[in-house]
């Protein structure tokens, strides 16, 4: 799947992925040297500063540094969003990969009514990791 | 990722006249190519090539040497998938939306996620050029939410640079 774009559509047509994929390793790499596991490293996220309240998002820096450190559980605990989002974007990489190289459309259009349902398992997933008894589930507020 | 094709207006082919299979469009003057786009697919289908180097419908040579996409006539004839009716769908920005929701976290990314939701319904139902309108609004979403991301960054290293 990976491999030299044909020269007719050149190095330009794959540079949105190569972009993206460098940044994708510099934030790793970033992570990898500054743990954002340590209070303060990076600061708190505006949800929490402001409103006190985790956001979907909320853990997904920590999760990362877990990750890049191959504790996954511990990645699992700080935001169990996170790694199931890595994993999507990192399919949906691949396969915008093939269709830039190849110069294709998708293939596959995912139907409305599941991309609906993301948005509210999202939105619902914000909520409830603010319920307190669901909190040390959810995390990243139980997570000491 | 510094070139972009100038984006697309509402008076574009693609969008006021949905294009159906048979309807080779012309493909414009190739002087006026500027690239790929940045985020998506050359719609291959149907739609006015945006650049030289996009494939010509239907798998003929634009000239420029390069073999059909095998991918063509491979779209495994399910009703499912209107491409071959319709063009290739226009760009959902689902990734982005995903990214910017549970990595940065904003509802901005929300929005778009929704949008990106209408332009695969839109497209699927048929509605070719309600789901370009949507596909617009998912990436201006997109944009937003990586600019107020992108501004909290800056915010955050300037408090920790400045004690």
Known sequence: MIGRAPAARGLRAVLPALGVAALAVAVVAVLAVRDPRIAGSYG?????????LACPGCGSLRAIGALTRGEVFEAWAYNPAALPALLTLGVMWLFWWRRLVTGTGARF???????????????????????????????????? | ???????????????????????????RDASDAAGPPLYGTPPPYGTPPVGGATPSPYGTSAGNGMPPPPSFGGFSGSMANPAARYGAPPPSY????????LLCCLPAGIVSIVYAAQVNSKYLA???????????????????????????????VVVALSG
Do not use: H, Q
């Open chain 1, 44 to 52: 708190v996220c505006p949800s929490v500063a402001l409103f006190g």
């Open chain 2, 126 to 156: 048929g509605d070719y050029a309600g789901a370009l309108a949507a596909s617009r609004l998912a990436k201006g979403w997109a944009i937003a939410s990586t600019a107020v991301g992108a501004l909290v960054v800056v915010f955050y």
């Open chain 1, 109 to 144: 259009v995912a139907p409305g009514w599941v991309l609906y349902l993301l948005a509210g398992l999202i939105v619902g997933y914000a909520v409830l990791r603010n319920v307190p008894a669901l909190t040390p589930l959810l995390g990243p507020l139980g997570v000491p």
């Open chain 2, 94 to 101: 689902l990734a982005w939306a995903i990214a910017a929701t």
């Open chain 2, 1 to 27: 990722m510094t070139d972009r094709i100038p984006p697309r207006e509402p008076g574009d082919d693609d969008a006021v006249r949905p294009p159906y299979y048979g309807v080779p469009p012309a493909p």
